[in-house]
Nanobody, 124 residues
Framework: QVQLVESGGRLVQAGGSLRLSCIVSGGTFSYYRMGWFRQAPGKERVYVASINGNGEGSHYAGSVKGRFTISRDNAKNTVYLEMNSLKLEDTAVYYC?????????????????WGQGTQVTVSS
């Protein structure tokens, strides 16, 4: 059974930084593409970033490119999302997700396991 547990979300001021973590149990972590999605209040869940199994390929949504960095530590079964220059519009519940096999890196339907989410709130 694959499980994902996110942590690191909290209240932060605009312009600040935050690092989210997601630890995965079950399966072979290095085989999986990992992704982060987010859902703002009253909006649909959207793609943020993803990284392939060996950590050598990553993608970002345009809204976070240059500010967020996704990384992974396969020895620790953990994926990270480093968020800098945070904006009010980054406020959302952030979800970690895992893709088994191949598929689109930015589509929710391509991912198979999800964490429970961690709340990030950016204040002015």
């Amino acid at each position: 059974q694959v499980q994902l547990v996110e942590s690191g979300g909290r209240l932060v001021q605009a312009g600040g930084s935050l690092r989210l973590s997601c630890i995965v149990s079950g399966g072979t972590f290095s085989y999986y593409r990992m992704g982060w999605f987010r859902q703002a209040p009253g909006k649909e869940r959207v793609y943020v970033a993803s990284i392939n199994g060996n950590g050598e390929g990553s993608h970002y949504a345009g809204s976070v490119k240059g500010r967020f960095t996704i990384s992974r530590d396969n020895a620790k079964n953990t994926v990270y999302l480093e968020m800098n220059s945070l904006k009010l519009e980054d406020t959302a519940v952030y979800y970690c997700t895992l893709q088994v096999g191949s598929g689109a890196y930015d589509r929710q339907a391509s991912y198979h396991y999800w964490g429970q989410g961690t709340q990030v709130t950016v204040s002015s």
